[in-house]
């Protein structure tokens, strides 16, 4: 796979394809790479988040014909449609539920419209994307007959094979991290040992996305070079409650089953040198920027990451940054006293844990890694050191072996956290696992006969949706119904009614229950549940 130098007299266009306005890092961190590569390229981004729909393709073709550019990168973000709340779609969770576990018929009927509706809205937006990128492509080749296009993004990166046959022959699809493989292909070199393939001259490898990522020295973006190639940067400077991204580390080396971000940035973890990553928050920071997001896969990924997390915030305190927030997905079974107390002195103001079962015997079960009484415990030092903002926990009902006794448990977890953090502080986002490709769940749905292996996860016909949302049988039902009675009683308060509802219905088990996984349940192999 060589091609001929494209660096020299090469025009890069980044396009982030439609997306709801979250800062377009991925494409930022790019062009930030390769112009600190190859000062003398000419590049430009492009964010289609900031166009308003009917504009994006008049616009798109305005951009390409200002900046005639010989190389097109888009970025792709997300496809995802099983969101627990509102999308772009309307509540893909509700509509489902209402048509599989409605008993009136007039319920069902409206599940069934807003499933149509979400459906449709799901497919115009994969043909949008698609058809953006033909239209670009073609668009671009009125300047340069030459043009090549590579598409990339954390949505690429899952669908990557199913978007082998819907994309323009030619184009580079890139699974995971994009710097290394943008640096071969502009200096020339064989790009066919990264995460990539070329539609129409070769298939992806198999378990391509398993493969480990190209190690890379991450250095500050400059953000002084980023504002000179895109000229709607300030959109995201505009609004205060934007959360600007900035990345501290790669990878995750756990093993959750239904996880897909351990593959797609490897499980090897890479830490962002703290001195970097303050010089790029000041930057932001100078520009305005009061609200940051690590985008780490996990902040603090395992105890050995601890100090690296202390080094980083500390020196985010000599720094002097004093009236920013941040927020992050946090493994709190990694915190100490320490690290707390420099999490609220750096301003962190929302955290999600993703614990998804408050059920020790559960947490093990799913590979989670997690020591729950640790978590708790990690709680109460944040809490101690002054933390009196917002947690998001994340708990996902039904994945594996859930009982009447793990519901109760998971209650009595979540009062603890209440009682801990206060019960407006803690928010239950209730999540379905939406089965995802690449994952040990997969593997699973595979072995059970649940799936067939080749069924394309991007076909949402409803035989398929409802496999792919993980809930089954025997307690699918049950939990369909506590869900859709409280979207109809409480729906803007839909995660603290679930567990309301539950516990009315259930009731609550011993906390120290939910704390103790019996040593018969450790030792026994580990199961999936049935899917109905
Ligand atoms: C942090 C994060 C969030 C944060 C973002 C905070 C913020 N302000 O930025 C929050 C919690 C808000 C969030 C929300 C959601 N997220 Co999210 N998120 C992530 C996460 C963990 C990291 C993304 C990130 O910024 N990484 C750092 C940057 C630097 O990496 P990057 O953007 O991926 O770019 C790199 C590569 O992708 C590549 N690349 C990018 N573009 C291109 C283009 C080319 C040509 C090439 C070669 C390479 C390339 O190179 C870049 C640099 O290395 C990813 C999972 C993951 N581990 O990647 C999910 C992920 C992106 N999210 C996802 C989803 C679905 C969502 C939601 C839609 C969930 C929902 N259903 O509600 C929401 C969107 C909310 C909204 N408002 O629309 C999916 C998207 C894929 C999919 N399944 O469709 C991912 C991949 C997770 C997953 N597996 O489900 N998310
Ligand atoms: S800890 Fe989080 S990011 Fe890591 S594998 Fe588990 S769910 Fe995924």
């Known amino acids: 796979m060589k091609i001929k130098e494209l660096a020299m007299d090469c025009r890069i266009l980044y396009v982030r394809l439609p997306c709801n306005p979250i800062f377009p890092i991925g494409v930022v961190y790019l062009a930030d790479h390769v112009h600190k590569l190859f000062p003398g390229i000419e590049q430009r981004i492009f964010d289609l988040g900031t166009i308003p729909p009917l504009d994006y393709a008049s616009a798109l073709e305005n951009c390409i014909d200002e900046f005639k550019p010989s190389l097109l990168i888009y970025s792709w973000r997300d496809i995802h449609i099983f969101a627990p709340v509102g999308g772009r779609g309307g509540n893909p969770l509700q509509y489902s539920f209402e048509i599989f576990y409605a008993k009136n018929p007039l319920v069902k009927l409206h599940g069934a419209l807003g499933g149509l509706q979400m459906l449709k809205s799901f497919y115009t937006e994969l043909w949008q994307n698609q058809s953006l990128i033909k239209r670009g492509l073609k668009r671009a080749q009125q300047y340069n007959k030459d043009v090549r296009v590579i598409v990339g993004g954390g949505a690429v990166s899952i669908y990557y094979e199913q978007l082998n046959k819907s994309l323009p022959k030619g184009s580079i699809v890139s699974v995971g991290e994009g710097e290394a493989l943008l640096e071969k292909l502009l200096s020339g070199q064989d790009f ?33 070079y980023i504002e000179s190639i895109w000229p709607d940067f300030n959109y995201y400077l505009q609004e205060s409650d934007f959360y600007i991204g900035v990345q501290t580390k790669r990878g995750c080396p756990h093993n959750c089953c239904y996880c897909v ?34 985008t780490d896969a996990q902040f603090i990924p395992a105890k050995r990451f601890i100090d690296d997390a202390v080094e980083l915030l500390q020196k985010i305190v000599d720094s002097g940054m004093t009236d920013i927030h941040w927020a992050a997905y946090i493994r709190a079974d990694n915190l100490t006293p320490k690290l707390c107390e420099l999490m609220v002195k750096t301003g962190m103001n929302y955290f999600e844990i993703g614990i998804t079962s408050g059920s020790q015997e559960l947490v093990r079960k799913m590979r989670m890694g997690y020591n729950l009484r640790t978590v708790l415990q990690n709680c109460r030092d944040l809490k101690a050191a002054g933390f009196n903002d917002l947690v998001s926990v994340n708990y996902s009902f039904n994945v594996i072996d859930e009982r009447i006794e793990t519901i109760r448990q998971t209650i009595a977890y979540h009062r603890e956290l209440e009682r801990i953090f206060g019960a407006d502080k803690v928010e239950p986002a209730i999540f379905f696992i939406g089965l995802q490709p690449h994952t040990h769940l997969e593997e699973y749905a595979f072995k059970e006969d649940i799936l067939k292996p080749g069924y394309n996860p991007m076909l949402l016909l409803p035989w398929t949706a409802r496999k792919l949302l993980w809930n089954p049988e025997p307690l699918g039902s049950f939990f369909g119904k506590v869900c859709l009675q409280a979207m109809r009683e409480n729906p803007n308060d839909f995660g603290r009614e679930v567990m309301n509802i539950l516990e009315a219905k259930l009731g609550c088990a011993p906390l120290e229950e939910a704390l103790t996984a019996p040593i018969e349940q450790q030792s026994k192999p580990k199961q999936l549940a049935k899917i109905s």
């Open 192 to 224: 066919s040992d990264e995460r990539c393939y070329v539609v129409g001259e070769n298939q992806p490898r198999q378990r391509l996305i398993h493969e480990a990522p190209t190690a890379l020295e991450k250095t500050a973006c400059n953000y002084e």
């Open 261 to 294: 971000y351990t593959v797609v940035e490897g499980k090897q973890v890479r830490i962002n040198p703290a001195d970097e990553v303050v010089a790029e928050m000041r930057q932001l920071y100078d520009r305005g920027i009061r609200n940051f997001w690590f």
